[in-house]
Structures are given as structure tokens and as C-alpha cells.
């Protein structure tokens, strides 16, 4: 039986508290002071570096890890990594909720498939020189993990929660001592690069005359509609919003029963499987509102349950928790020996990242060239969140396409970017052979990304035969 003044009963709640009240100190901060106001820093990632030193400096005086003190319930790093974790899935599956609406025409289809293959090759691009710097570094430094490297695409490329996922899966399947740190410091310094990266090209921008900032008169930008016609009432005898949230929930224990059941099929994987939460999180999702689609037109379902001015809300706010929770979960104490390659790799994947996006935008979305770009190269380092962030500095009203791009490109860059999740794991045991395979993969996806150029010349040759 539980006692409720017991830390046990009270240490999630204050750890919960902790990590919101540090986006409040941090958005109080941020607007406080000019030079992190400009810098287009996430909230989330300025709450969580507060949270890493403020930890560190308790570590300094007392020789103790403050989230593992008894107010915390004595594992709260360990709970950390678990809010982080879930998160990541509950804000895909909140964003896999949301509706669409239009056809699509041949050339927008096109366009959307071109920025989930530019994703997925960006992808390859970071791990290609992450893994390459690594291992190097291997040949040089006595007892360093060589697929430490990989990791630099789950962080700048897919952020927090998936750097904490494979972090974790190198550090008790492989045996990397501060796996579990390295990933969301990677993801950390990504967002540091969205947001330095991002700073110095939009006043490039601003120097050329090309920024054209547009949105309300009160500085915010449009969004969804909050109720829209022939949906649930916003208050009825259950909120609009509790609606949401268990929709959310039932997709996610779904994910979960998945599996749990691909778990007990192939027990060797399961610790991969476990890993792709948020992707069959989304599966489970899109099951669901199929289904609910169907029912709705066969007039079973009278009104529409999904609301997606709601859904984003929630996506935005698991989003804040898990990257929050995942800088937090840092160890700077772990990381000692790591500082020289966290940062060579986090300098490689800044450039990397800018040069090659910069050559896709201005090849293939000729028409919104800055937009796409800045779009990608936000995404590419933070999470999506950030390319919006640094999108509406050019496209406050999000007239170009890139927005869209950003939330369509999803399903073809899941489906090309799977195997990515397979070649992770085969990297510590066979590195050189997953090395030329994640080369060779880049070639393959920049002939279908170019396909119209690499094509388009063949012809033109076999036409002047």
C-alpha cells in the first residue's frame, strides 16, 4: 500500500515539474535577452542545457547525480530516458493523426517524393562522415567505439528521442560506456547548428534583400482552424482535447501489442524492435484512421473525432518534453573523454548537412529555392519543428509549398530510410562492410533524387546518335 507522502509517489511529478518549469525559466530567458532571442533557439533545447548545468554543478559540489536523488525517486535518469523514449512515439503518432486535405497534382507528388528522398540521402551523407571520422579516431584512440559515429544522423537528422534510442541500444547491446549520453549531445549540438547555421544564412539573406518576412500584424503565424465543420463539439459531455489524447494512447498501446508480438517472433531483435516505437506508432495510427474514415462513410460515425489544430498542439508538446527530458539526460561527467570527436562530428554534420541541401534546393525546388532550404536544413539538424522555426523567417504565411513538403515527405522517407534502422545495428560488428553499404546506398538514392537530370541526358545523347 502506498504512502503518499512517500518520494516514490511524489518523484515523477516533480521531475515533470522540473522539466516544465525549465521551459518556463528558458522562454523567459530567451525573450529576455536579445542574443538568444535572435538566435532562433528552440526553447526546449535552451531548457535542457539549463538543466544539463545546473546538473553538472550539482554533481561538482555534492559528488551525487541530481536526478537520482530521493526526491526524484532515486532513478530519475533512468526516467528520463523512459519519458524521452515514449515521447518521441506520442508526438509521431499525434502528427500521423492529422488530416490532409487536396489532391495532389503530378508535380507536387513529385516534389514531396523528392524531399523525402533528399531526407533519407542527408541521412546517409552524416552517417557516412560521422562513421568515417569514428572510425578513424578508432584506429587512434585505444578502446573507442567505432560506430559511434552512426549516431550522428539519429541525432542531427532525427533528433533527440532516436540519438537516446540507439545511444542506448550501442551501450548495452555493443558495450559503448556513455552511449546513452552521446546520442542527445549530438542532438543537442544539431539544434545549436539549426540554430547558428540558420542565424548566418538568413542575415546573408537579409544582406542580399531576399528575406521577405511575412505574418499577422501581431508577429504570430496561421495555423490550423480550431474547430472546423462536421466535428465533434469543442465541449461535450467529454472535452474535444481528452478525445485526442485517447486516441493517442489506444494507437500507442496498439504500437505496443505490435510489438510485443514481433518481439516474441524474433527474440533476437527485439531490442531494434522496441526501437521502432514511433514508427509503429504511426503504423497503428494510420490503421486507426482509416478505419474511423471508413466508418465515417458508411455514416456509422456521424462527426469527425480528429481535430487537427488539437493534435498539433499535442505534437508540439510531447515534442518539447521529450527533447527537454533528452538534453537533460546528459552526462557531462560520461562524455570527458568524447569532447574533441562530439565536436569534430558536430562541425562535419553542420557543413555536410548546409552544402548538400543547399545543391538539392537549388536543383530540384528552383521555385522556392531559400524556402526548401531552409525548411530541410532546420529539419535536418533539429526535428521538424526547427524547420518551421526557420521557414517562417522567410515564409511567415507559409505560401510556398515547403511546409507541406515538410509534413508529406514522411511516408518516403520511412519507406527508403527503414533499412538505415537495420544498417545502425549491423555497424559495430561489421563496420567496413556497413560502410560501403551506406555508401552505396547515397549513390543509389542521388540517382533516384536526380533521376530527371541523369535521365533527361541519356536521352538527349541516344536522340544525337
Same mark, same amino acid.
Given at each position: 500500500?502506498?504512502?503518499?507522502?512517500?518520494?516514490?509517489?511524489?518523484?515523477?511529478? %516533480?521531475?515533470?515539474?522540473?522539466?516544465?518549469?525549465?521551459?518556463?525559466?528558458?522562454?523567459?530567458?530567451?525573450?529576455?535577452?536579445?542574443?538568444?532571442?535572435?538566435?532562433?533557439?528552440?526553447?526546449?533545447?535552451?531548457?535542457?542545457?539549463?538543466?544539463?548545468?545546473?546538473?553538472?554543478?550539482?554533481?561538482?559540489?555534492?559528488?551525487?547525480?541530481?536526478?537520482?536523488?530521493?526526491?526524484?525517486?532515486?532513478?530519475?535518469?533512468?526516467?528520463?530516458?523512459?519519458?524521452?523514449?515514449?515521447?518521441?512515439?506520442?508526438?509521431?503518432?499525434?502528427?500521423?493523426?492529422?488530416?490532409?486535405?487536396?489532391?495532389?497534382?503530378?508535380?507536387?507528388?513529385?516534389?514531396?517524393?523528392?524531399?523525402?528522398?533528399?531526407?533519407?540521402?542527408?541521412?546517409?551523407?552524416?552517417?557516412?562522415?560521422?562513421?568515417?571520422?569514428?572510425?578513424i579516431a578508432a584506429l587512434v584512440l585505444k578502446d573507442f567505439f567505432s560506430a559511434a559515429g552512426v549516431l550522428l544522423p539519429f541525432g542531427y537528422g532525427q533528433g533527440t528521442g532516436?540519438?537516446?534510442?540507439?545511444?542506448?541500444?550501442?551501450?548495452?547491446?555493443?558495450?559503448?560506456?556513455?552511449?546513452?549520453?552521446?546520442?542527445?549531445?549530438?542532438?543537442?549540438?544539431?539544434?545549436?547548428?539549426?540554430?547558428?547555421?540558420?542565424?548566418?544564412?538568413?542575415?546573408?539573406?537579409?544582406?542580399?534583400?531576399?528575406?521577405?518576412?511575412?505574418?499577422?500584424?501581431?508577429?504570430?503565424?496561421?495555423?490550423?482552424?480550431?474547430?472546423?465543420?462536421?466535428?465533434?463539439?469543442?465541449?461535450?459531455?467529454?472535452?474535444?482535447?481528452?478525445?485526442?489524447?485517447?486516441?493517442?494512447?489506444?494507437?500507442?498501446?496498439?504500437?505496443?501489442?505490435?510489438?510485443?508480438?514481433?518481439?516474441?517472433?524474433?527474440?533476437?531483435?527485439?531490442?531494434?524492435?522496441?526501437? %521502432?516505437?514511433?514508427?509503429?506508432?504511426?503504423?497503428?495510427?494510420?490503421?486507426?484512421?482509416?478505419?474511423?474514415?471508413?466508418?465515417?462513410?458508411?455514416?456509422?460515425?456521424?462527426?469527425?473525432?480528429?481535430?487537427? %489544430?488539437?493534435?498539433?498542439?499535442?505534437?508540439?508538446? %510531447?515534442?518539447?518534453?521529450?527533447?527537454?527530458?533528452?538534453?537533460?539526460?546528459?552526462?557531462?561527467?560520461?562524455?570527458?573523454?568524447?569532447?574533441?570527436?562530439?565536436?569534430?562530428?558536430?562541425?562535419?554534420?553542420?557543413?555536410?548537412?548546409?552544402?548538400?541541401?543547399?545543391?538539392?534546393?537549388?536543383?530540384?525546388?528552383?521555385?522556392?529555392?531559400?524556402?526548401?532550404?531552409?525548411?530541410?536544413?532546420?529539419?535536418?539538424?533539429?526535428?521538424?519543428?526547427?524547420?518551421?522555426?526557420?521557414?517562417?523567417?522567410v515564409d511567415g504565411e507559409f505560401k510556398t509549398p515547403a511546409s507541406d513538403n515538410l509534413v508529406y515527405q514522411n511516408f518516403p522517407a520511412i519507406v527508403f530510410g527503414f533499412p538505415?534502422?537495420?544498417?545502425?545495428?549491423?555497424?559495430?560488428?561489421?563496420?567496413?562492410?556497413?560502410?560501403?553499404?551506406?555508401?552505396?546506398?547515397?549513390?543509389?538514392?542521388?540517382?533516384?533524387?536526380?533521376?530527371?537530370?541523369?535521365?533527361?541526358?541519356?536521352?538527349?545523347?541516344?536522340?544525337?546518335?
Open positions: 500500500m502506498a504512502n503518499f507522502w512517500d518520494f516514490s509517489v511524489w518523484g515523477w511529478i %516533480f521531475l515533470f515539474g522540473v522539466l516544465l518549469g525549465s521551459l518556463l525559466v528558458a522562454n523567459v530567458i530567451k525573450k529576455s535577452i536579445p542574443l538568444l532571442r535572435n538566435s532562433l533557439i528552440p526553447t526546449s533545447v535552451l531548457a535542457g542545457l539549463l538543466l544539463v548545468g545546473v546538473a553538472a554543478v550539482y554533481k561538482a559540489i555534492t559528488g551525487d547525480v541530481m536526478f537520482n536523488t530521493a526526491a526524484f525517486g532515486g532513478k530519475g535518469m533512468a526516467t528520463l530516458e523512459i519519458i524521452t523514449y515514449h515521447t518521441l512515439a506520442l508526438g509521431f503518432i499525434a502528427s500521423a493523426f492529422k488530416t490532409t486535405g487536396g489532391k495532389l497534382t503530378k508535380q507536387r507528388t513529385a516534389e514531396i517524393f523528392n524531399t523525402g528522398v533528399t531526407t533519407v540521402s542527408t541521412y546517409l551523407l552524416q552517417a557516412i562522415f560521422g562513421f568515417g571520422i569514428t572510425m532516436q540519438a537516446l534510442n540507439y545511444g542506448t541500444i550501442y551501450e548495452t547491446e555493443f558495450g559503448f560506456d556513455g552511449g546513452k549520453s552521446f546520442g542527445p549531445t549530438i542532438a543537442a549540438l544539431g539544434f545549436l547548428s539549426a540554430s547558428i547555421g540558420g542565424v548566418i544564412h538568413l542575415n546573408i539573406c537579409k544582406k542580399r534583400g531576399t528575406l521577405k518576412k511575412s505574418t499577422r500584424a501581431d508577429g504570430s503565424t496561421y495555423t490550423e482552424e480550431v474547430d472546423s465543420e462536421g466535428e465533434i463539439p469543442m465541449q461535450e459531455s467529454i472535452d474535444k482535447m481528452t478525445v485526442q489524447i485517447a486516441l493517442i494512447i489506444v494507437a500507442y498501446i496498439g504500437a505496443y501489442l505490435l510489438m510485443m508480438l514481433l518481439g516474441n517472433l524474433l527474440p533476437g531483435m527485439k531490442s531494434v524492435i522496441y526501437g %521502432f516505437n514511433f514508427l509503429l506508432g504511426v503504423l497503428s495510427a494510420t490503421v486507426i484512421k482509416v478505419v474511423m474514415n471508413f466508418l465515417r462513410k458508411k455514416n456509422i460515425i456521424k462527426k469527425k473525432y480528429t481535430n487537427n %489544430f488539437l493534435m498539433t498542439r499535442a505534437c508540439n508538446f %510531447f515534442f518539447d518534453i521529450m527533447v527537454v527530458a533528452g538534453i537533460a539526460a546528459i552526462r557531462l561527467d560520461i562524455l570527458e573523454n568524447y569532447w574533441g570527436i562530439i565536436l569534430i562530428l558536430g562541425v562535419a554534420g553542420l557543413i555536410v548537412t548546409y552544402i548538400y541541401n543547399r545543391i538539392v534546393a537549388a536543383t530540384l525546388f528552383k521555385d522556392y529555392a531559400e524556402e526548401q532550404f531552409l525548411a530541410m536544413f532546420g529539419m535536418l539538424t533539429g526535428t521538424a519543428s526547427t524547420g518551421i522555426i526557420l521557414l517562417r523567417e538505415m534502422m537495420f544498417l545502425a545495428t549491423l555497424a559495430p560488428t561489421k563496420p567496413i562492410l556497413t560502410f560501403i553499404i551506406f555508401v552505396v546506398f547515397f549513390a543509389v538514392m542521388n540517382i533516384i533524387l536526380f533521376r530527371s537530370f541523369i535521365f533527361k541526358k541519356r536521352k538527349t545523347k541516344n536522340k544525337n546518335k
